[in-house]
T-cell receptor, first 115, second 116 residues
Framework: AQSVTQLGSHVSVSEGALVLLRCNYS??????LFWYVQYPNQGLQLLLK??????LVKGINGFEAEFKKSETSFHLTKPSAHMSDAAEYFC?????????????FGSGTQLTVLP | DTAVSQTPKYLVTQMGNDKSIKCEQN?????MYWYKQDSKKFLKIMFS???????INETVPNRFSPKSPDKAHLNLHINSLELGDSAVYFC???????????????FGSGTQLSVL
């Protein structure tokens, strides 16, 4: 069994400020972890994913996330927010070696970037 | 060219009607999916389809039926629509969704279904 909890359904930051979106997961087997972003009226796009190896994962648009097994977390960060980062962000977890259809998504965090 | 395209973008219909949503991917992917996103943004998988193998999420009512005429298309047909079916439906595809589980999903832009 697996689940994802995203802390904070809405996060607001000022342009240029640090972005921190929190994701905690539970999984009975070693997981794959993902962050997807959904811009208004669009489908989800993959930002980054953790599979194996380095626990700090870099993605597109300057985002990165760190897999912390001891904390069962996979928080998403960006050093400096841009207006174009305003979107809905989804964390997802999937068990290794199993179909992508087993992916479980969190409930999303709406990021607002203030001028 | 749009990688995963679905039509229509908006669908407004009365309870009890039957409707279809079409999805096409031009990525040459092996696996396609249908997801439902409810009003609280929860995204749940409904179906996955790979090489004619259909995997159905057990919570999906049998009023929903996916139809795949070929590898590039996975349409969603809904019979006897109910108010609770109102949601955004996303089509997605991946290169080989049944092998390792870490494949990147490519999503369509969604179909907003409103049942009145």
């Amino acid at each position: 069994a697996q689940s994802v909890t995203q802390l904070g359904s809405h996060v607001s930051v000022s342009e240029g400020a640090l972005v921190l979106l929190r994701c905690n997961y539970s999984s009975s087997v070693p997981p794959y972890l993902f962050w997807y972003v959904q811009y208004p009226n669009q489908g989800l796009q993959l930002l980054l994913k953790y599979t194996t190896g380095a626990t700090l994962v870099k993605g597109i648009n300057g985002f990165e996330a760190e897999f912390k097994k001891s904390e069962t977390s996979f928080h998403l960060t960006k050093p400096s927010a841009h207006m174009s980062d305003a979107a809905e962000y989804f964390c997802a977890v999937g068990p290794r070696g199993v179909s992508a259809r087993q992916l479980t998504f969190g409930s999303g965090t709406q990021l607002t970037v203030l001028p | 060219d749009t990688a995963v395209s679905q039509t229509p973008k908006y669908l407004v219909t009365q309870m009890g009607n039957d409707k279809s949503i079409k999805c096409e991917q031009n990525l040459g992917h092996d696996t396609m999916y249908w997801y439902k996103q409810d009003s609280k943004k929860f995204l749940k998988i409904m179906f996955s389809y790979n090489n004619k193998e259909l995997i159905i999420n057990e919570t999906v009512p049998n009023r929903f039926s996916p139809k795949s005429p070929d590898k590039a298309h996975l349409n969603l047909h809904i019979n006897s629509l109910e108010l609770g079916d109102s949601a955004v439906y996303f089509c997605a595809s991946s290169q080989d969704g049944v092998r390792t589980g870490n494949e990147k999903l490519f999503f369509g832009s969604g179909t907003q279904l409103s049942v009145l």
